[in-house]
């Protein structure tokens, strides 16, 4: 059981330059997000997803796009990359939209945009 | 002020000690607190869970909740080198979609 993967691990961007970070998860779970990690800003949301054709912003979403064609994949869009994006993103799931459901996060992403 | 506050340490103690970690907060309406545990280079992993105020116990680990000081605690007993990780507190409220996460206390247990 693969649980959440996302690829790639690792990246290094030019400036103004975009790219996608893939999120893909096999356990049927209609709730997905995406997280980012700062050293000393613990985990803040980018976006999140409760199910297919449905997404909304979380508290960081600027300078990022996602959508939700499948209940499986949930792609992160980096439009035009900046310093200030370099993080460690991950992605995460859970079966649903019930607060009490645990959440499955993915191995991470480490972007670094020079 | 950060809706979750949680020192980030690092905090190094040595193996067989107990350990104490811990999250204040600012929203009432948080109901659901978390524990997450971190490896290097790892995505966070489910700890401890625990719904409303009260204690929770699973083997070495204590989860506490005083929602009358808003105040979560996760004690290590007995603790291992393989402890050793960043510690997150998380929690959210009834209902809602999004998790609040703490800074994260990076732990280090010496041998």
């Known amino acids: 059981n693969a649980g959440v993967t996302q690829t790639p691990k690792f990246q290094v961007l030019k400036t103004g330059q975009s790219m996608t970070l893939q999120c893909a998860q096999d356990?049927?779970?209609?709730?997905m997000s995406w997280y980012r990690q700062d050293p000393g800003m613990g985990l803040r949301l980018i976006h999140y997803?409760?199910?297919?054709?449905?997404?909304d912003q979380g508290e960081v979403p600027n300078g990022y796009n996602v959508s939700r064609s499948t209940t499986e994949d949930f792609p992160l869009r980096l439009l035009s990359a900046a310093p200030s994006q370099t993080s460690v993103y991950f992605c995460?799931?859970?079966?649903?939209?019930?607060?009490?459901?645990?959440?499955?996060f993915g191995e991470g992403s480490w972007l670094t945009v020079v | 002020q950060k809706e979750v506050e949680q020192d980030p340490g690092p905090l190094s103690v040595p193996e067989g000690a107990i350990v104490s970690l811990n999250c204040t907060y600012s929203?009432?309406?948080?109901?659901?607190f978390m524990w997450y545990r971190q490896y290097s280079r790892k995505g966070p992993e489910l700890l401890m869970y625990?719904?409303?105020?009260g204690n929770k116990e699973d083997g070495r680990f204590t989860a506490q909740v005083d929602k009358s000081s808003k105040y979560i605690s996760l004690f290590i007993r007995d603790s291992q080198p393989s402890d050793s990780a960043t510690y997150l507190c998380?929690?959210?409220?009834?209902?809602?979609?999004?998790?609040?996460f703490g800074q994260g206390t990076r732990l280090t247990i010496n041998p």
């Open positions: 995460a799931s859970r079966e649903d939209g019930n607060s009490g459901n645990t959440i499955y």
């Open positions: 356990m049927n779970h209609e709730y």
């Open positions: 998380a929690m959210s409220g009834q209902g809602a979609q999004k998790l609040v």
């Open positions: 625990t719904y409303s105020s």
């Open positions: 929203n009432s309406a948080f109901q659901y």
């Open positions: 997803s409760v199910g297919a054709g449905i997404t």
